[in-house]
């Protein structure tokens, strides 16, 4: 008879223990938002876990360079067409001066004149070395540059085949190296001084000739760019 006695006591314990217990979950369901349950579940999940290290995003530069020019340098990049849709673009300090989206990019040779002091663009246009004679009009563009002016030069499809010998000779004065080679749908990129000179340091020409073997694009080679930083105490 004591045993059962005691029996009945310990259940009857566990009984009350188990109502105690559901009764205060219930009370803290009520008190504590879900919110904090479903954080603290997922926190104990997380527990242990390595963290995942996530290399910072690359911050951009001025005309998109891998690496920032110094302070008191200009950045400049300069890309010439490939094929049909790709066309030509002359960046300067992170100004967009020829492409596509300014709508002032045209076939034959392309060409953007920058105040060298203010870093501000003064002139740009296109000249259209396949129809028209267009050439004349190149060479007066450029020597109405005034002095002290950068002058930034790419090829979109065609630059030579009405390209004119004075003119040659005109852009072999600013320095260029391979103008006098220039052939049908070669892709080229220049940039100049007038008045000053460039340092010997910094990319200012490349070209790439037209191969139906080796081409990108059918008839028309691989584009080519040229990029780099222009001290701003040339003159």
């Known amino acids: ?3 059962k006695q005691k029996y009945f006591v310990k259940l009857a314990g566990l009984l009350l223990t188990a109502l105690a217990a559901w009764y205060l979950g219930y009370i ?50 300069i890309l010439s067409g490939g094929g049909k849709l790709k066309l030509a673009k002359i960046c300067f300090e992170d100004e967009m001066l020829i ?13 953007a004149i920058v105040n060298y002091k203010t870093g501000k663009a003064t002139s740009t246009k296109y000249f259209d070395m396949w ?8 060479v007066t563009f450029i020597k109405n540059a005034p002095e002290g002016s ?8 065609d630059g030579s085949t009405r390209l004119k010998d004075d003119a040659k000779k005109l852009v072999e004065e600013l320095g260029s190296k391979e ?9 080229w990129a220049f940039i100049a001084a007038k008045g000053f000179k460039l340092p ?3 990319q200012k020409e490349k070209i790439n000739h037209s191969d139906m073997k080796k081409n990108r694009y059918g008839g028309w080679p691989a584009e080519i760019q040229i990029e780099g930083c222009i001290p701003r105490n040339l003159i």
Request: glycine share 6%; proline share 6%; aromatic share 8%.
């Open 1 to 3: 008879m004591w045993l």
């Open 28 to 77: 803290f369901a009520y008190l504590i938002p879900n919110e904090t349950i479903t954080t603290s579940i997922a926190n104990l999940r997380d527990f242990g876990k390595k963290p995942v290290l996530r290399a910072p995003v690359p911050k951009r530069q001025k005309c998109d360079h891998w690496s920032p020019c110094l302070p008191g340098n200009y950045a400049y990049r």
């Open 99 to 111: 492409s596509e989206e300014k709508g002032n990019v045209g076939r034959g040779i392309n060409i």
């Open 131 to 138: 129809r028209g004679d267009h050439s004349e009009e190149m």
């Open 150 to 157: 950068l002058l930034l030069m790419v090829t979109h499809d």
């Open 179 to 187: 103008i006098q080679n220039m052939k049908f749908r070669s892709s």
């Open 200 to 202: 010997d340091d910094i």
